[in-house]
Structures are given as structure tokens and as C-alpha cells.
């Protein structure tokens, strides 16, 4: 039994196979309010309205919690069943009711991208703020998942795009991690801000630069995303894509002004970056935007000496015809 405890989706809310799984493994009596409560969440997971109107008229709960605090609207709107839902909300359905781990039935449907049920359950007045224990809302679910139809009905309903979770991470951060573009582009048009920093300081254009999502980062930057921030280690967007070898991403941040010779709180910058990857592409380019090759990490290394240490023959030469002779 404890492998089913100890098992939990990234939302930290039990899946319906585990949730009602536990429960099972005691045999209860079949028309027992707890058997009756258990076999409508049953009903729920797979659309079984008529099964689901039987079990409520002989007296099962309608707002009835396993274990861990799911009830049948939630294994409803996790699985899609659309026309449970509807019954079970006409049947008088808690829309706000949460499990032990703080989530709700908007939190399943939007974590799945039922869009229809999400619309649904906004309108019986669903809270969109509400939170998981993580800090997560509906918002940064749907976000993170890049079900954009679901995201722009939350957002209609006056979800906050700019909250964040425990760690700092708001939807935008979520968006941009797994590379949805269209979610990212929903969330801009409805005031998400750019530049929030989670806590490590780390920004969406700093995250898109890394991964080496070119067109993201082409957006954020046409939202006014600042391409000099600097996170808790003093690195730029652009030298996150230099420590990756992105070079269509520092084209475009080069183009948007990036500066070429900020320097993290190792001393160390792009250029360097490069040189000790050994990316001769990047280097020149760099070199052409005005790098600086002379500048000294906090070990007093050039970029030039960085790249002999790797034996980056290339690379070498190119910073040493940059750099004039003492």
C-alpha cells in the first residue's frame, strides 16, 4: 500500500487510479454510505450519469472525499467527463472544494486540458486563485501543460497572470520553460510581466536564451523584455546562451542591445562562455559585436586562456588575432 502514498503527479494531487485504489483495498458493504460515496466517485471517472443520478437518489454524498480529500466533481474533471460534471454540479457539487494537498476541481481539469470543463466550473464560480501546496493556481497548470484555449479562459475570468509559486515561477516562467509559444504569447496579451524574476533571479527571456527557444525569446523581447537583467549569479540572458552554444538566440539578443561584456560574479561573460566550450561560431561573433577579449575572470584568466586550458585550437586562434600582442 505505501507505494500508492508515496506516488504523486507534479501537482502533489494524487491521480484518480491511486486515490480510489487505496480505498479499495478494504472491502465495504455495498449499500453502505461509504460504498455508495466511493462507487458515485467510481461512476464519475467514467461518465456514468445514469449510475451517478441512481447512487445520489439512494443517498450517496454528493460532496463525499476519499482519503485524500478528492471528491467525484474532481475524478470528473481530472478524466474529462464532461457529463458528470454537469450532473454532479446540478446536484449541488462544492465547485471549490480542495484536497488534502490543496487542489481543486479547476486545478484537475486545467492540469488535463479539459477546456470545456474548466469553462464550466469558472462559471459556477470556481475560484481561479485558488492555490495548490505548492503555490500553484489553475493558471500556472494550464500554463505549464500549453493548453492555450484553457489559459485564455482563466485569464477571461481575471486569473493573475503575474503570481508566483514557491519558488518564484509564474506562468509565463512555466510557459517558457517547456517551450509553449502560443501560451506565452496569450499571457503577454494579457499584461504578463516579462521581467519578474523568480528566486533565483533567473527571468522567461534568461530560461528561453538557455533552452535556445529562438522564437520565444524573439517575442519577449518585442514585450519589452529586458535583455541586461542579470540573475543571483550575475549572468545575462546572453551568457545563458553562450554557456549553451545558442547562437540564433545571441544573434537576436544581440540585435536587441544585449551588452557583450557584462560579466557574471565569477568575472565570467559570454565571450568566455564560448571560448571554453570551444564555439568558434560564437566566439567571432561576439568578437564582431564589440567583446572585450582582454577582460579577466575572478582567477585572472582571459577568454584567450581559457580556451588553450581546453586545447581549442580554433577558438585560441581566433582570440589570439583579437588580442594585440603585449
Known amino acids: 500500500m505505501k507505494k500508492f502514498l508515496v506516488i504523486l503527479c507534479f501537482l502533489g494531487c494524487l491521480p484518480w487510479t491511486m486515490t480510489e485504489g487505496v480505498r479499495m483495498a478494504v472491502a465495504t458493504p455495498m449499500n453502505t454510505q461509504e460504498e455508495l460515496n466511493r462507487r458515485l466517485r467510481e461512476a464519475a471517472l467514467i461518465d456514468d450519469t445514469e449510475t451517478i443520478r441512481e447512487l445520489l437518489d439512494k ?75 505548492m503555490g500553484w493556481n489553475a493558471l500556472m497548470t494550464a500554463s505549464k501543460q500549453g493548453y492555450e484555449v484553457v489559459a485564455a479562459q482563466l485569464l477571461m475570468f481575471h486569473a493573475d497572470s503575474n503570481v508566483a509559486d514557491k519558488n518564484g515561477n509564474t506562468a509565463l516562467m512555466m510557459a517558457t520553460d517547456n517551450g509553449h509559444l502560443k501560451v506565452i504569447d496569450t499571457l503577454l496579451k494579457n499584461r504578463a510581466n516579462p521581467n519578474l524574476k523568480n528566486k533565483e533571479g533567473v527571468t522567461p527571456l534568461m530560461r528561453a536564451s538557455e533552452k535556445g527557444f529562438s ?48 560579466q557574471d560574479k565569477d568575472g565570467v561573460n559570454a565571450l568566455m562562455e564560448a571560448a571554453m566550450k570551444g564555439k568558434e561560431a560564437i566566439v567571432e561573433l561576439l568578437l564582431k559585436a564589440g567583446a572585450d577579449p582582454h577582460l579577466k575572470n575572478v582567477d585572472g584568466k582571459t577568454a584567450l586562456e581559457l580556451a588553450e586550458s581546453k586545447k581549442f585550437s580554433a577558438v585560441s586562434t581566433l582570440l589570439r588575432q583579437a588580442t594585440p600582442h603585449k
Open 59 to 133: 443517498g450517496a454524498n454528493v460532496n463525499a472525499a476519499n482519503n485524500f480529500g478528492k471528491t467525484a466533481l474532481m475524478s470528473a474533471a481530472e478524466t474529462g467527463s464532461t457529463k458528470s460534471a454537469v450532473v454532479l454540479l446540478s446536484r449541488g457539487a462544492n465547485v471549490n472544494a480542495h484536497t488534502n494537498y490543496n487542489c481543486s476541481a479547476l486545478t484537475f481539469a486545467a492540469e488535463n486540458g479539459h477546456s470545456e470543463i474548466t469553462a464550466m466550473l469558472v462559471e459556477f464560480g470556481a475560484d481561479v486563485h485558488n492555490r495548490t501546496n
Open 215 to 262: 522564437e520565444i525569446v524573439q517575442l519577449l523581447v518585442e514585450n519589452q523584455a529586458e535583455v541586461n537583467a542579470t540573475d543571483v549569479y550575475g549572468a545575462t540572458a546572453l551568457i545563458h546562451a553562450a554557456e549553451q552554444g545558442n547562437l540564433e538566440v545571441i544573434k537576436l539578443l544581440l540585435k536587441a542591445s544585449a551588452d557583450v561584456n557584462i
